[in-house]
């Protein structure tokens, strides 16, 4: 990178929140993909700490399990300095009967400076961001939208691959429930990927196309030539009989072998968001193939991708020292 | 609207200087109409036309102008949900009664799934009393079609019709059933009752949120298809065939739903239908950002539906426009979509929403009024619904042009739950009269 990137610049990111990526504008995305690159370097160096977030509290409020994104958040938050609180609601409050709205308030009233909120159902986080004055990230809202793994996703591939725009990617399995494949799909059309979607007709979305991605139900012609192919998980609820009939028969036509991987381009890269389910959607031998496959790349991108996330919205809080911040709504 | 200057009321009113409007006949001209006690004593072009020296008004008669304003029969209600018995913090028989008053409708039939359920006699004569005892409008009940709405063992259907109810139906769950439904269809043939359908596959909409397509699809919120209603309709479409028995399809949201009953119709058979005004006033688009007063079942459809449904309103394949009268509390609403409960209030904006099939052209007002009044009446056998000398004096006086802006906070209703709240409208209600007695008069 030629020029250093300047996130607390709220004209170059005028979002309060980072709830989706649908409607973020290619300056915005390569703005924080620019800046995890920085912090991709300074996490592989002894000292990690940084400041950006000193004095501020960052709340880790997770509805639905999660090991993988919450502890990336968390780790993301100390690196820079902050002070992490992780909040598990679906074993509490919700169980009292604790509404959404009230839990929201309730959180408000603690004045943290960040949200970081995972949600079992489409929207529930955006309803939460209405009630809250803080900012607030989407870690993951039911069906609808992952924007931080749809970020380091595209830094994985951007550093391997060295752009995005014109590159073919292949989103495989069930497209349908995945989150995952919404926030991908909106990144990677943003930035002039091609995007494909290979899935099983039942977990095919209703009018995919209109997302702007090519539909394929088999996975040989559907992954021809690309040069990253995109595993999703298939929840083990959808594997008996409701969706796909089996597991067996799911992983002879949509798991990922090297049979059928190849079809993609010779250098094709392999991507999951882990966590996977192996001989379901994903072979093993596939899955560890240490020249092909990026997963553990992705998850070190994800800590990365998730501190220029909370550097940049907490540049546009107001400062520390009760000056206003570059906040626009 | 004020009584200044008015003769005082003698159990005679007489209405001058209206627009008289009665869809079952045809009639629109300037006129007048006088009420004697409950009932319409005369009315007529000619009546009391003398301009100002109001020719051949008694001298014990109370005057009101209308200063040519519409009167018409009131509007009658074929669905609705009261909420009383069970959710009482949601709407009442009294809250309910004052919204339809507010929204000119002197005649509302409530859904039976109340809590106890409208299953027996008892529930029906508890709401029987209950509107009695707020004696605005006129409350009418439909019995549940099975024990417990559970759609399994049907009700008394025998007794409860007896007892006055006007229909059954599981109300806003589908009798899915088949046998149920043949039996029901069948049974109902000896009372004179239609039964009444909310026409969705429950199988193929379950779980779902909204209209399947786009929105639905990046929203991530699972879809209900169209042809959950389709099919339904088609399967008892069939039954009907086979029965004879007298169905109605409740709110039509569907292209396919509405051709299907277009056909039946054509067919002969003994079928009716309704819609809402959301379903031709709006599309799934409402839904927009999670907005989960958009919510309702069936979901808000696709435009090519909603223009299908003002297509068959205007070529009367469907007879009747309903509220589908909803009340949520704030705490069932805001929510996350997926939790939030379905359905909108809609007794108090169904006269200018559907107003707007007259102002953007697709129809005139006096076809717009019959699916409001005599098309409601004939589809439950009641004699309201219209201008007859003897009949009820059940009436509105409404201003048809008049702007004015939808605030959910200005309803009546307990739930201020409306798909149109913001919406600026035009058509107003000045005055609604029920037997006679006004029950609402707007104070502006």
Redesign the interface.
Known sequence: MSVAPTPSDGTRFPHKNLLGI?GLSPDEITLLLDLSETYVEQNRRPDKKQSVLRGRTLINLFFETSTRTRTSFELAGKRLGGDVINISVSDSAIKKGE???DTAMTLNAMHADVLVVR?P????V??LAQKVNCAVINAG?????HPTQALLDALTIRRRKGRLAGLTVAICGDVMHS?VA?SNIHLLNTMGARVRIVAPPTLV????D??GVEVFTEMEPGITDCDIVMMLRLQSERMSGSFVPSVREYFHFWGLDYEKLGAAKPEALIMHPGPMNRGVEIDSEVADDVGRSLIHEQVEMGVAVRMACLETLVGQLPSLDGAEGNTAQ | MTANGEKRATGKVAYINARLLDPATGLDATGGLLTVGETIADFGPGLFAGGQFEVGIPDDAQVIDCKGACLAPGLIDIRVQLRDPGEEHKETIQSGSRAAAAGGVTAMVCLPNTDPPIDDVSVLEFIARRAREVKLVKVYAYGALTRGLEGREITEIGLMAEAGAMGFTDGVKATADATVMRRALSYATAFGKPIIQHPEEPSLAAGGEMNEGEIAMRLGLKGIPAVAETIMVERDLRLVELTGGRYHAAHLSTAGAIQRIREAKANGLPVTCDTAPHYFALNEMAVGDYRTFAKVSPPLRAEADRRAVIEGIKDGTVDVIASDHAPQDQDSKRLPFTQAEFGVVGLETLLPISLELVHNAHMSLIEVLARLTSRPADVLGLRSGRLAKGGPADLVLFDPDRPWRIEDGELNSKSKNSAFDGRPVQGRVLRTVVDGRTVYTLDR
Do not use: C, K, N, Y
């Not at chain 1, 159902?121 to 529930?124: A, P, V, Y």
């Not at chain 1, 979305?205 to 995919?208: D, I, L, N």
């Open positions: 649908e509404t959404l709205m949600h159902f489409s929207g529930g955006a309803l809202d039911g069906s609808h939208e989150r919404r979305p209703a009018q995919a209109r997302l």
